[in-house]
């Protein structure tokens, strides 16, 4: 789950880290009183969608004047703002953060996330901040210094003053910049986050070290523990069909494709795309029913799929181990009933029941075509879709 960039700086100041003074505001009126309450001669109004890419699309305006900021606010909001993460549809501002201007002397890049060969936390920090971390690892990865820590003992004081040192933060703010990353430790396990990234965290003119921006991923699987952190979960910034998918704990992730595909196992999942591409084809999203789906479960994942305008056609691909081959079939007869298909649909079953499932979809008169192996199925839907 994602947050924005307000609450992610209202729990960094919660574990004691320090951000610049702001105000959330959704309205014009919202921001003329964020300026009266924060008396600086500059802030910076900030669009707050789920995205990096923000100040080179736009979203970030330095002001100087209470007109400045009121005219910025009038051209975010209700704009729909484009940048390399948010993809070419783009994602709508609705809510804007307002801060005080800071006296930058330095950026750095501050992350945390999972090293999966390590199975540990890993701290990764760098004097390059401000610029996406992904090209500073292609050019310079010199300049990317990691410490993986325990989860259980946080990150060591020795290990954070050693991470200061690396990345040239000046011996006076050493002390400050060390606590801080041990906090943003303590934060990133105490609230089960995925990824936890600050770039960039800054050194100001007067000696502070601060997180001019924060970006916070939870791990879904831990939320059970946070109920208050559900609460900052915004529907709007959300894919509606992903939103849907949860409701019926579908595992469901939209794509660019044009080929939906309903599976069950997420290793059988990525299979199926990859064959899907390997015959030409794309995949419109990732859907994994799971190994207990019932009819229901199946036909409202169906109505999921189609409910997406970019679908030419539609491949449901079942090894049916703890699921049942029948079940599948009723959901998957049940499912055209009600959607009224209107696109090639490819079947292909294996596994438990896998004869009586066939036969419901023969016996079913509805326009499936039947597919005896991955192959065959996904040669049969890129071709199907290509006609259509």
């Not at 469901?252 to 030409?280: F, Q, R």
């Amino acid at each position: 789950m994602k947050i924005h960039e307000f609450q992610a700086k209202q729990l960094l100041k919660k574990f004691g880290m320090n951000v610049p003074d702001g105000r959330e505001c959704q309205s014009v009126a919202d921001v003329e009183k964020a300026w009266a309450e924060l008396k600086a001669p500059l802030v910076v109004v900030k669009a707050q969608i789920h995205a990096g890419g923000r100040g080179k699309a736009g979203g970030v305006k330095l002001c100087k004047s209470l007109e400045e900021a009121k005219a910025a606010a009038s051209a975010l909001l209700g704009k729909t703002l484009v940048t390399y993460q948010t993809g070419p549809h783009g994602q709508v501002v609705r809510r804007l953060w307002v801060e005080k201007g800071s006296s930058i002397a330095k950026e750095y890049y501050v992350g945390i996330a999972i090293d999966r060969e390590l199975k540990l936390p890993v701290m990764m920090v760098s004097s390059e901040g401000g610029m996406e971390i992904e090209e500073v690892a292609a050019k310079h990865p010199e300049k990317i210094v990691k410490a993986a820590f325990s989860p259980r003992k946080g990150l060591p004081m020795p290990e954070a003053q050693k991470l200061v040192r690396a990345i040239g933060i000046r011996p006076g703010q050493e002390p400050k910049a060390a606590t801080f990353l041990v906090n943003l430790a303590k934060m990133y396990v105490d609230l089960d986050c995925a990824l936890l990234e600050i770039n960039p965290l800054i050194t100001t003119q007067e000696g502070d070290v601060m997180a001019l921006d924060g970006k916070v991923n939870f791990d879904s699987n831990g939320l059970f523990r946070h109920p208050e952190l559900l609460e900052l979960r915004d529907l709007h910034e959300e894919d509606p069909k992903e939103i849907e998918a949860s409701k019926f704990d579908l595992s469901y992730i939209a794509l660019d494709g044009n080929i939906g595909c309903m599976v069950n196992g997420a290793g059988l999942a990525m299979s199926t795309m990859d064959v899907i591409k390997l015959y030409g084809g794309n995949p419109a999203n990732f859907l994994d029913v799971g190994g207990g789906a019932t009819a229901e479960k199946v036909a409202a994942a169906f109505r999921i799929l189609l409910s997406d305008a970019q679908v030419k056609g539609v491949l449901v691909n079942i090894f049916g181990g703890i699921m049942k081959c029948d079940v599948i079939a009723a959901g998957v007869i049940e499912a055209v009933k009600q959607t009224k298909l209107g696109v090639p649909l490819v079947v292909r079953l294996e596994g438990t029941n896998v004869e009586k499932g066939k036969q419901m979809l023969a016996d079913s008169k509805l326009p499936i075509i039947a597919a005896d192996d991955l192959d065959d199925a996904a040669k049969k839907i890129c071709k199907a879709v290509a006609a259509h």
